[in-house]
Every structure is written in C-alpha cells, then in structure tokens.
C-alpha cells in the first residue's frame, strides 16, 4: 500500500486534534493530598476508589469498590457545583461518610482539582 505524503499529513493532524488524556503527571499540586487514597487509572482502587471518569458519575456506584453507605445513598452525580462544594467540605456534603479528608479550604485548588478530574 502506498501512502503519499498528503495522506500521511491528515492522519497526523487528525491524530493531533484528538484531546491528550490527563495522567497523574498533570494532576495539579492539591491533588496531591486526593492521591494518597485515589489513583487516577481505571480499574486501580486504593483506599479509595479510582477517581478515573468520576466527573459526571453518580456517587456510591464504581463497581468493584464498596462505598460507604452515606456516599452510596446520597443521590449526588459528581459535577461541578457538586465537587466544588464536597472538595471544600466532605463530611457537610456527605455526613458520615468515611473519607478522612477535611476538604480544600482554597478556591483555586478546588477548581484546579476539579478542572484536572474532568480530563480524566
């Protein structure tokens, strides 16, 4: 098979137009704290479960990971509004929940965390 080069250029600016998937190198510094517990490949739980496709994702249902009651029974999809306000504030937003972690407290790195779980 024969491939001119403007063949060959197409294909490679289709390839370019493909958004890059955000590995752990690109994780913002805040989420360094979300890491300890989370992993950001698919299929891989830790403490927590994966944080791969979470945006957008209703909360309590990764299969392969036992929720917490609380998360598994709050009827939140993990959104925006709703990951701005549990990132700051876990335990206000889901109570007894078993996430140890006492939130964000600055703005930037809840967006900055936020922006890097959508390109997961």
């Not at 989370?38 to 479960?49: F, L, M, T």
């Not at 944080?51 to 939140?76: C, M």
């Not at 700051?88 to 809840?110: E, Q, T």
Request: glycine share 12%.
């Amino acid at each position: 098979m024969k491939v001119n080069w403007i063949s060959g250029f197409a294909f490679g600016a289709a390839l370019m137009s493909v958004p890059a998937l955000a590995s752990a190198a690109d994780a913002p510094p805040a989420f360094g704290m979300c890491k300890a517990c989370h992993s950001v490949e698919a299929g891989k739980n830790g403490v927590g479960p994966s944080l791969a496709g979470v945006y957008g994702r209703k909360a309590g249902t990764l299969a392969g990971f036992k929720f917490s009651d609380p998360h598994a029974k709050s009827g939140l999809t993990w959104d925006e509004p709703t990951l701005t306000k549990y990132l700051a504030d876990p335990k206000g937003v889901i109570p007894g929940n078993k996430m140890v972690f006492a939130g964000l407290k600055n703005p930037a790195d809840v967006a900055a965390v936020i922006a890097y779980l959508k390109s997961l």
